[in-house]
Structure formats: C-alpha cells, structure tokens
C-alpha cells in the first residue's frame, strides 16, 4: 500500500470543516502550516519528471530569463534530454491531471472531502530548482497550494481582482501589477488556500521544491449554459411549442408583458426543472475526461465472486480518472452517477452507492455490511467490471 497523507483537523489547532467553509472558502485566503505533519511522500520528482515524457499527460516548463519580462514557455512530451540542458536556477515544470494518473495523488483527494468532489478540478503538481518560479498571476478557480517537498516562498495579495491586467507580448498570463501584502515561506505538508482571482506569486527556496495545487472546478456560466441548452435541444421535439389559450384582447401590434411572462414559463418548463438540472450535472460532472482509459482497468468479474474477492481485500479504490456522484430521490432513492451514466437506485444498493461515491478509497469494512444483498453484489460486479472501481490487496 502507498503512503497516505492526513489533513489534520481541526486546523492550526482551531478551525474545524465547518468553520473553514464558513469563514474561509471562495472568501478568504488561509495559511494552514502543518495542516499534514509528516508529509510523505505521494509521488517523487523523478517519477513526475517521468510523466512529462508522456504525450499523453500535459505538462509544460516555464524558464525565467536574466533581466526584466522575460519568460520562456515549453509545452511537453520532452525529452530526457531537455532537463538536462537546462539552467541551474529560474526553472519550474508542471504537470496536469497528476491525479487521473497515479493512483497515490488521486487517493489524496480524500483529504479534501469536505469540498463535495464534484466541484475538484484535478491535482497539478510542480518541481522547481532554486527560484524556479511561474510569475505573479491569478486563477480563476480555488486551490489549495499543498508544499510537498523543499521550500516556496508565497506572496499574495489580500484581495481578490476582477479585472485583467496582463503584462503584453509574454507566452505566460502574468500581472502587470503586483504588490504582495502577505509572504510566507511553505513547507512540507503546510497548505494555503486562495479563493479565485487572488493574485498570488510562489518562488522556490532552494532545489527540489515540488507544490501540489489541488485545483477545484466552477463551471462557467457558458459552459452551463451551452451544455443544458444542448441537453434540451436534444430531448426536445417541433411539437412542444409555446401555447396561449387565454390570450386577451390587445393591441396587434404589441408584445405583451403577458407573452413575455409567457416565454419565460416556456422556457423554465423546458430548461430549468429540478429533474432536468440533476440529471445534466450528474452526467456533465461524471463524464470522464478524454485522456482517462478505464477499460484498462477493468476486471470482468461475476456477482457471485465479488465477496470471496473482497474478503482478502484492503480497499474499494476509485480508478484514477473514474467520477462517481449521487442525487437523493424520494425516501430512499438516489440517481447514481457513474462516469457519465445514470442508475437509480434505492434500498441497500443505495446506501452502498453512496460509501462509494463519498470516499476515493473505501477501506473493505465498510463494504462488508452489504456483501450479503445481491443487488449490492451485482452493483460491485458491474462498478470492477467496466474499471469504475479497482480492489487494492
Ligand atoms: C507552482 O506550483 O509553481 C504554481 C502553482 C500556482 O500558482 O497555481
Ligand atoms: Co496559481
């Protein structure tokens, strides 16, 4: 089994889940040193490094230049060779989607589950030698900036900007204006939480510096829009179409407050009920990313040989790359979502769905309470089989 890191609650000795999301989250930056004491280590910088040969893993290196502005920006596959070329300081390489790939790094996101799962983007993770560094620059999302290895000294300033205001002509997004009010240095297994748009700027100290930024997700308002819309024009046929039977005299030549109120009604019947938005973000946020291959890890596996298979067993662990949700029904029904597709459920098969989506890796004692109803049994036969969920022994 690999090492697992611990967030240690309450953090810096006071400040329970509940508090963090009420005082901090999408509000204010929090520094949390020693939030995991000791940090292990999840992945090292060579098998990272390793990764960024991969032309199917995205990965770029960003180099800074002598003097003012001045930035390189390379995009990977490399090759071996390129790190060696490279200079001694002012380096940094990063990798994407570290979590869709190493099953170590996706297991960490447990660590974040008081954040509901679906709003986690992916875990990029950095090395950087002495002063590497990727400028000043704003995200449009959460991250939680997670000191793995060496040291990093972070400015950032206290509010957030909304407006961009990037220095020109450059391969990488930075701020024109930066003027940090707070600095720490990080490290290993300290944490900062920033909300979107605050501008922030990490440098190493020293080499072997790896940061991992787990990374949350917020749609943008087009993409939900684009994709609910899309959804509808989907479900939708030339015969449903806007209706008024109780028209009332009116000038002909005017549109009425009456046919506006009437349009939006339209519009909400078809686009905006509860059943229809759960069923969209269930699927949208549980469709695999296009790099995830989990067919590889699928086990074919009979209802009738998952117990026996599960009693040797340490841990259910969600495939890196597999997404699981839920939406609670009626009484004891939920919509399960898995990578994409929807099964209802209720009863036991319920309950154990939910274990499994509220935990990457589910230790075995909690999955054997169900392993004597046979719809459970079917539910984990066809979660090994299509690679959803894979047995670590
Ligand atoms: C880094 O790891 O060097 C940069 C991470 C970030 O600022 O988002
Ligand atoms: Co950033």
């Not at 953090?11 to 204010?28: D, H, P, R, T, V």
């Amino acid at each position: 089994m690999t090492a697992r890191a611990h967030l240690s609650w309450p953090l810096l000795g006071k400040i329970s889940q509940k508090e963090f999301l009420a005082k901090y989250w999408q509000k204010k930056p929090l520094l949390m040193k020693g939030a995991i004491h000791p940090f292990p280590e999840i992945i090292s910088p060579e098998e990272l490094a390793g990764m960024t040969l991969d032309k199917a893993i995205e990965s770029r290196l960003i180099i800074q230049g002598p003097g003012k502005n001045n930035w390189q920006l390379k995009r990977g596959p490399f090759k071996a060779s390129t790190f060696q070329k490279l200079p001694k300081k002012k380096w940094t390489f990063l990798v994407n989607g570290v979590d869709r790939f190493v099953p170590s790094v996706h297991a960490f996101l447990d660590e974040f589950s008081f954040i509901p799962f679906w709003r986690m983007d992916d875990i990029m993770i950095s090395y950087a030698v002495d002063q590497g560094n990727v400028g000043a620059h704003v995200d449009n999302f959460d991250v939680f900036l997670v000191q793995a290895a060496g040291k990093r000294e972070w400015m950032i300033e206290d509010k957030p900007v909304m407006q961009d205001d990037f220095i020109p002509d450059l391969p990488v997004r930075l701020l024109r204006k930066f003027k940090p009010t707070h600095r720490w240095v990080l490290e290993p297994g300290d944490i900062l939480y920033l909300p979107p748009r605050f501008p922030h700027h990490g440098v190493a100290q020293g080499d072997r510096c790896m940061t991992i930024s787990v990374g949350c997700r917020a749609p943008s308002v087009n993409e939900v829009i684009n994709g609910v819309v899309t959804n509808a024009l989907i479900q939708s046929d030339e015969s449903s179409r806007y209706t008024d039977p109780d028209l009332k005299p009116q000038a002909p030549g005017e549109i009425s407050a009456d046919a506006v109120a009437k349009l939006k009604k339209t519009i909400e019947q078809a686009l905006l009920s509860d059943d229809f938005l759960s069923e969209w973000l269930g699927r949208h946020v549980t469709d695999p990313y296009s790099d995830v291959d989990l067919k590889g890890h699928a086990e074919s596996i009979a209802p009738g040989k998952v117990a026996a298979t599960l009693k040797s067993a340490i841990a259910l662990v969600r495939t890196e790359g597999s997404r699981l949700a839920y939406v609670k029904g009626k009484k004891d029904e939920i919509a399960f979502y898995v990578n994409g597709d929807r099964e209802n459920l209720s009863g036991k098969a319920a309950l154990l769905a939910q274990e499994l989506a509220n935990r990457i890796v589910v230790p075995c004692e909690r999955i054997t309470p169900f392993l004597g109803d046979k719809k459970c049994l079917g539910l984990l036969a066809s979660l090994l089989s299509t690679g959803a969920l894979v047995v670590e022994s």
